[in-house]
């Protein structure tokens, strides 16, 4: 949905890459869209802001040599724009990228985090590609959590074990400053709360079991310890993430609760 992008990657990139117009108009469309036109078995995925280190492909290539992994994450590390502004770790899947709370080691997850990833191509296939109904269209953020529809899907037909974690596999992901300011994580927050309640409804509550986890056990500790610090010690970046974290959990309670009540009144719009 871009054709003077389009005209200079292909000038940029003849004889490298293979430049094609996506098919509908957002993420999750442009993602099938590459689907339809891969040839390997494994597709990696990595978004246009993420830049991955020199061992990525290999350590994915030795994690898929295990039959049993259908799909995999990557470690994502933000690449702040002003590192003064840098939100607090368990807010970072604001920006795309791996977050406290978020599984340390190697082993399974519910859902890779989108700038960079892999799945066998013909697992994806038999889900029908990235779930068209989650995702940001038009380059708005109206709707998150395609990763999490499409791979609930996936490991509900190949097992609870078949989506993994690669740690040693790690991509950078850029984070402008302007994702870090309150009135984004304002925005973020509401629309992560949305998409949940959309998940929830599509494939029931169990769906949540990893993100009620992240609630109690991290962002409310880390809540308590940033206002914990900031009312003993004036510490302005303790408070200025406390802040981050009670607006991040009052705009998803918010959302998640506003799309339940519609779905329950048959109001809610697509995602």
Known sequence: NNPSLETRLRAALEGEAVVVPNDGDGAADARTTALRRAKGDVLVFVDDDAWVEPSFLEIL????????????????????????????????????????????????????????????????????????????????????NEELATFTLVARRHGPDSVGYLPGAVAHHFAPAARCRLDYVLQRSYVEGTSKADARVLFGSEVMGHDRGYVRSVLLGELARHAGRALRTGDRLAARAAVLDVTSLAAAAAGYGVRLAAHRLGRAPRS
């Open 61 to 144: 290539a030795e994690g898929f040599a295990d039959e049993r992994l259908v799909a995999a994450g990557a470690r994502v590390v933000p690449e702040w724009e002003d590192p003064a502004l840098a939100l607090p770790p368990e807010l970072y899947w604001v920006v795309g990228s791996t977050y406290l709370g978020h599984r340390e080691d190697a082993g399974p997850i519910t859902r890779p985090i989108g700038a960079a990833m892999a799945v066998r191509r013909a697992a994806l296939e038999a889900v029908g590609g990235f779930h068209p109904d989650f995702g940001p269209r038009k380059g708005k953020k109206t709707s998150s």
